[in-house]
């Protein structure tokens, strides 16, 4: 599985856009790119996935770049609740391994 | 429809004693994982199950090891616990074998050997 760079920590504003940047240079053509959030003291919850088109949801959009190079995540109006640490991670969809390779991921602090 | 429960929540074991933690799986997934998270190392892979078989093992020792029964539900025991197994363990739930869909993960089972 490709490995990803994020940033160590970010802030935002509440009620602003929140936009996590992935780097994952090494991407195969068949890899997804997964995000996924922890909030302090529960499992990590799944936010959204893609391959090479952008994706939104509910909870968030994901932007990738045309090369495949780099993602972006993107909460469209942050709220105190979304301050988490966030983790980006790539890997084959299918096949016979389920395994997730967490990173230290990014602490995203929702300022009031 | 209820989520990934991972039971107990909370344990306290000591050393040299082996303990055993239960997930049960949203219904109708058949893939089970099991993570372990410290603050030093971070989220890493244990193991992973599909239809009672093991698929996939991370680079734990054999202390570790886990089972799927035929209704999905698993189970991880950890033998002769030593202080560094403390940490918080996570069971995560798949909907088939392949992670087109994402994983749902449980709470969690907060295991402090003293």
């Known amino acids: 599985d490709a490995k990803t760079t994020q940033p160590t920590s970010m802030d935002c504003a509440e009620g602003r856009a929140a936009n996590l940047p992935c780097n994952h240079s090494?991407?195969?053509?068949?890899?997804?790119v997964y995000w996924y959030r922890q909030i302090h003291s529960q499992g990590p919850q799944y936010i959204i996935h893609?391959?090479?088109n952008n994706e939104t949801n509910e909870m968030a959009s994901l932007i990738i770049t045309e090369d495949r190079k780099s993602s972006t995540l993107i909460l469209p109006h942050a709220t105190l609740r979304d301050t988490a640490v966030y983790y980006c991670?790539?890997?084959?969809?299918?096949?016979?391994?389920?395994?997730?390779?967490f990173g230290t991921g990014t602490l995203l602090a929702v300022q009031p | 429809k209820a989520g990934v429960t991972q039971t107990p929540r909370y344990l306290i074991k000591t050393r040299g004693q082996q303990v055993t933690l239960s997930c049960s799986p949203i219904?109708?997934?058949?893939?089970v994982s099991w993570y372990q998270q410290t603050p030093g190392q971070g989220l890493q892979f244990l193991f992973e199950?599909?239809?009672?078989?093991?698929?996939n093992k991370g680079n734990f020792p054999g202390r570790f090891s886990g089972r799927q029964f035929s209704n999905s539900r698993s189970e991880m025991n950890v033998s002769t616990l030593e202080l560094g197994d403390s940490a918080l363990y996570l069971c995560?739930?798949?909907?088939?074998?392949?992670?087109?869909?994402?994983?749902?993960f449980g709470s969690g089972t907060r295991l402090t050997v003293v």
């Open positions: 995560a739930s798949s909907l088939a074998g392949e992670a087109y869909y994402g994983y749902t």
């Open positions: 090494t991407i195969s053509g068949n890899e997804y």
């Open positions: 893609g391959l090479k």
């Open positions: 991670i790539v890997r084959v969809g299918g096949g016979a391994t389920n395994k997730l390779i």
């Open positions: 219904s109708g997934h058949r893939s």
């Open positions: 199950y599909f239809s009672e078989t093991q698929r």
